[in-house]
């Protein structure tokens, strides 16, 4: 067996634990490594750390998971006597090595933690050798620690407010962004009022009259909560969102415009004939990401279905381009922006495009907030980062059941706060 001083350092393991003894053993093919605190006699309550005088001898010999040796799993082995802390009564004493009430050591939920943010939970579960289950119950661990140490909603000026949908569509949660930090600081399951008082609830009053400005997708519960909780707050439109609702303008009227070329008429019998027509509706249907792209990225194919679209489908490219307008609407921001729209609301009033006629009486009703993006305008960089991360976010949620594990999970991602990978500083 390798000297103890060596398997102190590839465990990772400080000055104050001891190492007693390692072995392998055979029946479950593990290297067990028996260690004790180095001064058993000064235990330290495990939820606290504050200094406790001993209780009894718990549930006697412990096992903790280690990080793997090589190929082979590695765990701890010690006794977990109890304490009985002033505070918390009768808990287990605190250890070195390992988080309170953790199965596995430090540098095991560290590097679970670093890597679920890197990788798929599969190859995380499967890597690590550990159930998906698990991984929840660490994640949700190392953020409830990380959440004793820093304050993630101290100074928040500019903060966005949106909602995320998973569990397909089935369950929600309501998420808040600072927009100065791109960093997401809270989220709670639920989309309503009663959901997003229970932040600024915990944000205090003092911290409530500090918020400055607040973008949301113009939901009128989000709107109610703010102006109860927050007097200083402008309420700003997000301009994301409200060119979202113009992207699904736009679809409805290509989903219009592909439906009528296929009922145009009925579908020959001769099978050829009838390729050909599907042939000619296909064009618009593969035109959808073309026509939801910002123009400078389209590719050269995009280009070409644009181009089509804009010689055959008359009614489908007048929606396009209420689309980009209203796009442009915020790329000009300022006095331009709103001299822009304007514009764009009359081009709209007038377009006889249904969908865009009950777009622009939203845009309308929802105006004013629209203004203040455009006045005080979040930079469209801070917009898009924020953006992005929401993406990333409702991807994460893809697959997850348990609302608390994907919050500890999209804290970890997105949070601003992640432990460092053991032994790499
Ligand atoms: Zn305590």
């Known amino acids: 067996m390798l000297s103890i001083k060596v398997w102190r350092r590839v465990l990772d393991l400080d000055a104050r634990t001891v190492i007693e003894g390692v072995g392998f053993d055979e029946d479950s093919e593990v290297v067990m490594v028996r260690v004790r605190r180095r001064r058993p006699m000064k235990q330290r309550c495990g939820r606290c750390g ?25 765990w701890l082995e010690a006794d977990s006597p109890r304490v009985n ?75 966005g407010i949106d909602e995320i949908s998973y569990k397909r569509g089935h369950r929600y949660l309501t998420v808040v962004v600072d927009h100065d930090t791109g960093r997401l ?30 973008s949301a997708d113009a939901a009128d519960w989000i709107t109610r909560s703010v102006a109860s909780h927050c007097p200083n707050a402008e309420q700003a439109a ?8 113009a992207s699904e303008a736009l679809d409805e009227v290509r989903r219009h415009a592909w439906n009528a070329a296929r009922q145009a008429h009925q579908l020959p019998r001769d099978r050829r004939a009838r390729q050909n027509r599907q042939h000619r509706a296909h064009p618009i249907k593969r035109a959808r990401y073309a026509l939801w792209k910002n123009p ?42 709103k001299d822009a729209l304007d514009r764009w609301i009359s081009w709209a009033r007038r377009c006889r495009i249904p969908a865009f006629v009950v777009l622009q009486r939203r845009i309308v009703r929802h105006r004013q907030a629209i203004e203040v993006a455009l006045d005080t305008g979040l930079s469209q960089g801070l917009i898009e980062s924020t953006n992005t991360k929401i993406r990333l976010l409702t991807r994460l949620a893809f697959g997850f059941k348990n609302p608390q594990a994907l919050i500890a999970l999209a804290m970890l991602a997105l949070g601003g706060y992640r432990p460092d990978l053991p032994g790499r500083p």
């Not at 200094?51 to 082979?72: C, F, I, K, M, S």
């Not at 995380?124 to 660490?138: C, F, H």
């Not at 600081?185 to 500090?210: I, N």
């Not at 070409?304 to 209420?322: F, G, K, N, S, V």
């Open 85 to 159: 802390c002033a505070e918390h009564g009768v808990v287990v004493a605190q250890v070195p090595w390992a988080r309170h009430d953790a199965g596995h050591t430090r540098a095991f939920d560290d590097t679970v933690a670093w890597l679920v943010t890197q990788a798929s939970k599969t190859a995380t579960a499967e890597l690590l050798r550990v159930a998906w289950r698990t991984v929840g119950s660490i994640i949700a661990r190392v953020v409830a620690d990380i959440d004793g140490q820093v304050d993630r909603l101290a100074g928040l000026r500019r903060i």
């Open 185 to 214: 600081v809270w989220a709670a399951p639920g989309r309503d009022a009663a959901t997003l008082d229970g932040f600024f609830e915990r944000l205090g009053h003092e911290r409530c009259a500090q918020i400055r400005q607040v």
């Open 50 to 74: 504050v200094r406790a005088p001993g209780y009894d001898q718990g549930a006697g010999r412990r096992r903790w998971r280690a990080l793997d040796a090589g190929t082979v799993q590695v």
């Open 238 to 245: 997000d301009p994301f969102h409200i060119v979202k609702w």
């Open 296 to 337: 400078e990225n389209l590719t050269v194919r995009q280009a070409a279905q644009l181009d089509w679209i804009a010689r055959t489908q008359p009614e489908l490219h007048r929606a396009y381009l209420l689309k980009e307008g209203l796009r442009f609407v915020f790329k000009l921001g300022g006095q331009a922006g």
